[in-house]
């Protein structure tokens, strides 16, 4: 008798019933002298030259405790359960499509590789395509917020009212966060380091923060920490990253293509992402990469077929380093960055307290010392705050949500003059880092205002490096010419020497003044609005607007920069 129309069973009972005629699957979950060793076995059908075959096992003992699909009722999967070889058990939520492509070489490699042995993979191969079960789940492909009150994570559905009615189905086994430590260990010996550290409390409260913006309807955006080499800013990233993980395997680097960290991004959703070094990416994508990454949102692709792939779409908090800021890198190449963007990187000086990254050093002699302080105690310790923290918004769903108005309301009206402003927006993503932060406390513990206070300082440090509270579009503007002047001084021709024409000529110059042409004043705010960078400059009493004879050109109107008005 053929194999392929055999039905594989599942048994509550260890031996077969007396009944049952073979070929069928058997589940064998001890030890049998007679049989030999627990398993899954093939019962073969008898033939005349075997009357009487012996069970042959085809696995280790593997069973489907449940059948899983989306919310569409597409992409059916099935939920295994076995140990390793430790004894260890493991789990694996596996799309159906893993059994079909390549004689089910997926699912036997992934499988492997978790300590199942399997010795017949065409017979194993067949016992799980039979398998089913009339238990239902439902299969997300993305981490994170699944539905109110209920966070997935690839090893664990954070819901107060059914933990097993959500797991993550993807086609690999995905490990659970390494830790080490324990929740206590890691309160006392690194969170209580980040006290009196604006930029350490920081960093940890962003942590918090990341799975709170869908919650709360806060887009994403990223804190960049600026500061000269060995300044302690990598150490503030490793401390956040320690609420997680271990930070060695948590923290990416920047240098990845645009597609790359698109995918990470994906895999970070409602989650922190932390990636060090931004000199390391590509500094012509740079300004878009920090676009796209606290947007969102994907880039649209198509199939083979030309139909429209899926976006990919993701929530996450950025936490970034680097010995520049976004705007240097993109100018290293000539690249501008946008008010969009600077809103959503927001730069924190890293190196301007009094031991450069830090304010208190615990006792220690000097900040070398501390940061070697800090990296013992993270080593030891992480990975264990990061659950504490869901099952604690997930049970006061609610009542967070509920608390973010006023508290928003009453950090925005004591850092910002005008909330509604780009300023207010910035303040915004300080405003959620603080509540996370006072709402961690009892998983900190951190006293009352520690993570506001420090949230405010690190606003207000953010607010005297961008030079002010002006608009990021006038700062670009006035930016812009300064540049322009400093850079292009070959393109502005000397209406001395008429004869002396430069090569892509955007001005002139007459004696302490830059004169430009409206069509050179297009060229040198290209990508800006030119007509309301000329109003900013007026205003500023930067720019005039006069009528100059120029060499060729007869008497026009310019705009008119006096070389003393541009300077800092």
């Not at 559905?157 to 324990?182: L, S, W």
């Amino acid at each position: 008798m053929s194999t392929d129309n055999v039905v594989a069973l599942s048994a509550h009972k260890d031996k077969p019933p007396v009944e049952k005629l073979p070929p069928f699957y058997w589940v064998h979950r001890e030890y049998d002298r007679e049989r030999g060793e627990a398993g899954v076995y093939f019962y073969r059908a008898p033939t005349e030259k075997n009357p009487n075959p012996a069970p042959v096992c085809i696995s280790d003992v593997i069973e489907v405790t449940a059948e899983t699909r989306d919310n569409d009722n597409e992409s059916w999967g099935k939920l295994l359960s076995w140990c390793d070889r430790d004894g260890m058990p493991k789990k694996w939520a596996m799309p159906a499509t893993s059994l079909y492509a390549n004689g089910g070489a997926e699912a036997i490699s992934i499988l492997v590789n978790g300590g199942l042995r399997i010795w017949d993979e065409k017979a194993f191969i067949r016992y799980l395509k039979g398998q089913s079960h009339q238990s239902r789940l439902t299969c997300v492909t993305r981490c994170g917020w699944f539905k109110p009150a209920v966070y997935v994570t690839p090893v664990r559905t954070f819901n107060p009212i059914d933990k097993d009615m959500v797991v993550y189905q993807v086609n690999a086994r995905v490990k659970p966060e390494p830790f080490c430590g324990t929740l206590d260990t890691w309160r006392d010996e690194v969170a209580a380091l980040c006290v009196g550290n604006s930029r350490l409390v920081l960093a940890v409260s962003t942590a918090f923060l990341s799975p709170m913006l869908t919650m709360l309807g806060v887009d994403g955006f990223c804190f960049h920490y600026v500061g000269a080499s060995s300044s302690g800013k990598s150490r503030s990233m490793t401390v956040a990253a320690s609420v997680l993980s271990d930070p060695k395997e948590y923290i990416r680097s920047w240098r990845a293509t645009d597609n790359g960290l698109e995918g990470i991004a994906a895999r970070h959703n409602d989650g922190l992402l932390c990636l060090d070094e931004i000199a390391q990416v590509d500094a012509s994508k740079a300004g878009e990469i920090a676009y796209m990454l606290p947007n969102g949102k994907g880039k649209q692709r198509s199939t083979k077929n030309g139909t429209a792939k899926e976006i990919q779409q993701w929530c996450l908090a950025l936490l970034s380093n680097g010995e520049i800021d976004l705007k240097s890198h993109a100018d290293s190449v000539r690249k501008s960055t946008y008010a969009g963007q600077e809103m959503r990187v927001i730069n924190i000086p890293a190196d301007n307290c009094e031991f450069a990254c830090f304010e208190h050093l615990h006792g220690e002699a000097n900040g070398a010392l501390f940061a070697d302080l800090l990296d013992k105690a993270v080593r030891e310790n992480h990975g264990t705050a990061f659950n504490a923290w869901l099952d604690h918004l997930t049970i006061n769903y609610d009542t967070i949500k509920e608390g973010w108005r006023d508290f928003k309301s009453a950090f925005l009206n004591s850092v910002a003059e005008d909330p509604s402003g780009q300023i207010g927006r910035v303040a915004e993503k300080f405003a959620i880092a603080a509540y996370a932060g006072e709402l961690s406390s009892e998983i900190t513990g951190w006293s009352p205002g520690t993570a506001t206070e420090a949230a405010k300082v690190c606003f207000t440090a953010w607010i005297e490096r961008r030079g002010g509270t002006e608009s990021h579009e006038d700062n670009e503007i006035v930016e812009r010419i300064r540049q322009t002047i400093v850079r292009d001084g070959a393109r502005f021709q000397d209406v001395n020497k008429p004869c002396e024409v430069p090569t892509a000529r955007i001005g002139f110059i007459d004696n302490d003044d830059y004169v430009i042409p409206a069509e050179g004043w297009k060229i040198i705010f290209a990508g800006l609005d030119a007509r309301r960078a000329a109003n900013v400059l007026q205003e500023k009493g930067i720019a005039k607007n006069e009528r100059r004879y120029l060499p060729g050109l007869s008497r026009i109107r310019c705009y008119v920069i006096h070389r003393d008005s541009l300077a800092d």
